[in-house]
Structures are given as structure tokens and as C-alpha cells.
């Protein structure tokens, strides 16, 4: 881990303390200076699968940076008498790198999603961040990561988003980031709100920590992955009267 940021460790995880703001200052320095730079935006649903696979808690730990992506990390931490300052979700972070990378002629590999969500964001991309050199967009069905290593590699490209989904995307990028001197993050299912497939939470629900709530109304086969949050909570409030 690195030490920029103070941690709060929930379930063997660490989170780190600080702002979006702040966050985003030190990878923008960072990918000026070609630090390779590996980030995940982990929520309860993350910590709570690398609870129960040794394996993968050992990629996450081994990131550079570990944001609290959901209420349910803040409510953790909270628990633990070790508040953090705010949200840092993958999305918010992507369109803030984004818009920074357009500004500052940054190049980006996509590699993620289905056929037809990536065919949208070779439209939409250049429209939303004309300043951004797009240098690469797969989608997630590959069966061997190979020919894509190699054109990540060939690219060099400044960040590489990963939109795999969880514990795929983080093991692609934990075995294969040392191709660049770049930024990796692993961004679920950002792609399909880039291309507009699916619609991001209205402000209001964003507001009041609630997206959860409004992707799960939109989209019921999510109720089985907010079940863990019980589990995790009772796990939490375990560690806490542990310490």
C-alpha cells in the first residue's frame, strides 16, 4: 500500500482517509510522473468476496490505492470509531480522470463490457473528452488476455480502465501492470453508464447515499449481492470488539 494516505482497515481491507479532491490531485501527479499506479474501488460486496478468498484480498492488498465505494464502507468504518471523510466511488473517479485527461491530451485503453456497450463508447467517448487520445477499446469477452497485454503494452497508453467486473478485473490488472508505467482501475460496470446503456442514479439518490437503492428497484437480480451487506455489517461490528 502506498503511504500517501492514512488507511482504515475493515475486514483486512484498507481504505484510504481522504477526499475525492485529494485523491484525485495525487493520480493526476502520479501518472505525470509514470508511476505505475494500481487502484480499486471496493464496496461491502468486494470486501466481503476477498473476506472468503484469501487469494484475492492478498490483489487487493497489494494495490496502491483501495477506495470506500458504497455507504456500506463508510457505515463500516463508522462502526469501527474510524470515520472516513467521504465516498471515492470508481465512477466519480473515472469521469473526473477523464475530463482531466481530455484537458491535458492523456491517452486511455478501455478494456471491458460487452460488444455492443463498446461500440457506443467508440461514439461517445470522443464526443464527451475530445482532448483524450483514445488508444484502445476491447470488450470483456476475450479468452486470452495476451493479444491485449501486447497492445497495452505496444500503446503505453497514461491509464488503462479495466470494466470486468470483480475478482476478474483486479486479477487482470495484478497479474499484467507492470506493461506501463501507468494507472490501472478496475471500474465494473462504468462502461455501461459511459455509453448510456444503463442510467446512473439521479442526484438526488447520489445525495443521499441511496444508488444502491435505485439500481436495485431498476434492476431486481441485484437484491442477491446487497444480501451480503447483513453479513458484513455483523463481521464489522465483530472486528470492532476485537480491538
Same mark, same amino acid.
Given at each position: ?6 488507511? %482504515? ?20 501527479? #502520479?501518472?505525470?510522473?509514470?508511476? *505505475? ?6 464496496? &461491502? ?17 497489494? =494495490? ?10 463508510? *457505515?463500516?468504518?463508522?462502526?469501527? @470509531? ?18 482531466? @485527461? ?9 478494456? @471491458?463490457?460487452?460488444?455492443? %456497450?463498446?461500440?457506443? !463508447? =467508440?461514439? #461517445? !467517448? &470522443?464526443?464527451?473528452? &475530445?482532448?483524450?487520445?483514445? %488508444?484502445? !477499446? ?7 488476455? =495476451? ?6 503494452? =505496444? ?15 483486479? *486479477? ?8 506501463? /508505467? ?11 453508464? !459511459?455509453?448510456?446503456?444503463?442510467? #446512473?442514479?439521479? /442526484? ?17 437480480? #441485484? ?6 451487506? &447483513? ?13
Amino acid at each position: 500500500m502506498s503511504a500517501t494516505f492514512p488507511t %482504515v482497515t475493515v475486514l483486512e481491507i484498507p481504505f484510504i482517509k481522504t477526499t475525492q479532491a485529494q485523491f484525485l490531485t495525487t493520480l493526476q501527479q #502520479r501518472i505525470t510522473q509514470q508511476e *505505475n499506479t494500481f487502484v480499486v474501488t471496493a464496496n &461491502p460486496e468486494i470486501v466481503m468476496y476477498a473476506h472468503e478468498h484469501p487469494d484475492y484480498q492478498a490483489t487487493i492488498q497489494g =494495490a496502491d490505492f483501495v477506495t470506500p465505494d458504497g455507504i456500506g464502507i463508510l *457505515n463500516g468504518a463508522q462502526i469501527l @470509531g474510524q470515520p472516513l471523510p467521504e465516498r471515492i466511488t470508481g465512477f466519480d473517479t473515472l469521469q473526473a480522470l477523464l475530463t482531466w @485527461g481530455s484537458d491535458h491530451h492523456r491517452s486511455a485503453y478501455f478494456v @471491458g463490457a460487452k460488444p455492443e %456497450v463498446v461500440a457506443k !463508447l =467508440a461514439t #461517445r !467517448l &470522443p464526443q464527451a473528452y &475530445p482532448g483524450l487520445d483514445i %488508444v484502445g !477499446l476491447k470488450d470483456g469477452y476475450f479468452q486470452d488476455a =495476451a493479444p491485449i497485454v501486447a497492445d497495452i503494452a =505496444a500503446k503505453q497508453p497514461d491509464m488503462v480502465f479495466a470494466a470486468l467486473g470483480f475478482p476478474k478485473q483486479e *486479477n487482470f490488472i495484478a497479474t499484467h501492470r507492470q506493461v506501463t /508505467q501507468g494507472l490501472w482501475m478496475g471500474v465494473g460496470g462504468s462502461f455501461d453508464v !459511459l455509453a448510456g446503456t444503463v442510467p #446512473r442514479a439521479p /442526484q438526488f439518490w447520489q445525495d443521499h447515499h441511496l444508488e444502491w437503492l435505485y439500481r436495485t428497484l431498476k434492476d431486481p437480480k #441485484r437484491l442477491k449481492r446487497i444480501a451480503v451487506i &447483513p453479513r458484513y455489517l455483523h463481521l464489522v461490528k465483530r472486528q470492532a470488539k476485537q480491538q
